[in-house]
């Protein structure tokens, strides 16, 4: 997998065969994995169901890292006719669809706050013709020419949600907006079936946020860039890369955009309809150029992404990992979490990774980082006898034998990476 994570692989701009092997390669991991994971969860046994819960964060009732049953959620989703469009309402967010399946709002009723600038989920397709390097290059004149994608070929609605089939040039999608009970998310989910050439497709989200800058999630933490335009500078970073989330705010009140596979974003600021300025969040969600490999990403592709009114930075964290890491229902009992991690401030410390010492002692080894950018203490408990701890490096070869301090009490710097080493009997 490391191997495809390389070089032209990476952002797509590979030859047709090397496309082709990368594709074939990761069909093939996705089957290995998925056997290992069938044979993991065989070891709990049959009978009811039980839920898995990869995340670091509890959900649904299901503790972090271990499985349960889920408790309902509160209260249910109400789908009504609204001026020839369709409203969403859970009692926390109503969001509303105009006829074309456009969300034209999302407020926040805890807040009493209206989340949107103008329509979003909208679609919006680009001419993308760089001047010299097709698959390489992006230029920021792409952004002269642009189509809204808003035509319905189809529109369906059941209890919460809403599900819009659309068709462009030689391309169709069909996009899916869900509010679950109890959620503090509106849910996207798109399938595109995509035959185009040399376009850009993005889906914007127009959010009422009057700021300067945007913070963008990367591994183990996340970096501010501005969203304005007033240097040279700036205005070349008019497309960035991000992981899971993307979050705008206020001092008091931020919105995040979460996605499971999208790693390409712009946001700018822009003038807002009535005074002030909003932040137009897009994701980049496919392209079609035709040199190396006149083919690249022709074919079906599904996304999904959410966006979470009221988000604080640990509120787009964890909605970053649910969406990535949804929950399991395979046979067996409860399962207790194999270790916990409690932090102060609360959600700052995230468990990354839990695996045996590559070594084969036994001993587990447990990899954490600090989130939220600030300083933070986290406890370890766990679920086993433990003889001892002690900090490693990241080939798991011990520091110092005081580095962990005194019982199993991490306190880590602003984005700090630390991998604990647990010893057993």
């Known amino acids: 997998m490391l191997l495809h994570q390389f070089h032209d692989i990476l952002p797509g701009s590979s030859i047709a065969w090397v496309h082709r ?50 408790v309902p959620a509160e209260g249910s989703t109400r789908a009504e006719t609204h001026d020839g469009g369709w409203v969403l309402d859970n009692g926390l967010l109503r969001v ?108 914007a989200f127009p959010i009422d946020v009057h700021t300067d800058h945007a913070a963008f999630e990367t591994q183990y933490g996340h970096l501010t860039r501005a969203t304005h335009e007033n240097t040279s500078w700036d205005a070349a970073r008019f497309e960035v890369c991000a992981h899971r989330w993307v979050r705008v705010a206020e001092p008091d009140y931020g919105v995040a955009l979460v996605n499971d596979s999208t790693y390409g974003h712009d946001v700018r600021r822009v003038a807002r ?64 979490p194999l270790l916990r991690v409690e932090s102060t401030p609360a959600d700052a410390v995230v468990v990354e990774a839990v695996k045996l010492a590559d070594d084969r002692s036994g001993d587990v080894v447990l990899r954490v980082y600090e989130a939220l950018g600030g300083r933070a203490t986290a406890t370890i408990s766990a679920d086993f006898d433990v003889t001892g701890a002690v900090e490693t490096d990241l080939l798991e070869r011990d520091l110092e034998p005081d580095a962990l301090g005194s019982g199993l009490t991490l306190r880590l710097r602003p984005f700090q990476i630390a991998t604990i080493r647990l010893r057993r009997r």
Do not use: C
């Open 273 to 336: 309809p009535g005074g002030g300025t909003a932040s137009v969040v897009r994701l980049s969600l496919l392209r079609a150029p035709r040199f190396p490999d006149p083919e690249t990403d022709q074919g079906v592709h599904a996304m999904r992404y959410a966006l979470v009114p009221g988000a604080s930075v640990a509120a787009a964290v964890r909605a970053g990992y649910e969406i990535n890491l949804p929950l399991r229902t395979v046979p067996g009992s409860a399962l207790a």
């Open 96 to 203: 509303v669809l105009d006829g074309r399946g456009v969300v034209v709002s999302v407020v926040d009723l805890a807040a009493g706050r209206e989340v949107l600038a103008g329509p979003a989920n909208l679609l919006q397709l680009h001419r993308d013709e760089p001047n010299r390097w097709d698959a390489w290059d992006v230029d920021p004149f792409y952004r002269d020419l642009v189509t809204d994608v808003d035509g319905v070929t189809a529109l369906a609605v059941s209890d919460d949600t809403v599900r819009v089939s659309r068709a462009f040039g030689a391309s169709t999608v069909t996009q899916e907006i869900t509010l679950a009970a109890g959620a503090r998310r509106v849910d996207f989910r798109v399938e595109v079936d995509w035959h185009e050439r040399e376009k850009f497709l993005k889906v």
């Open 21 to 70: 092997e990368a594709r074939e390669t990761y069909a093939r991991i996705a089957g290995e994995l998925e056997g290992l994971i069938h044979g993991s969860v065989s070891f709990f046994g049959s009978g009811d169901n039980t839920v898995l819960n990869a995340s670091p964060f509890a959900r649904d009732g299901v503790p972090a890292l271990g499985g349960g049953r889920p």
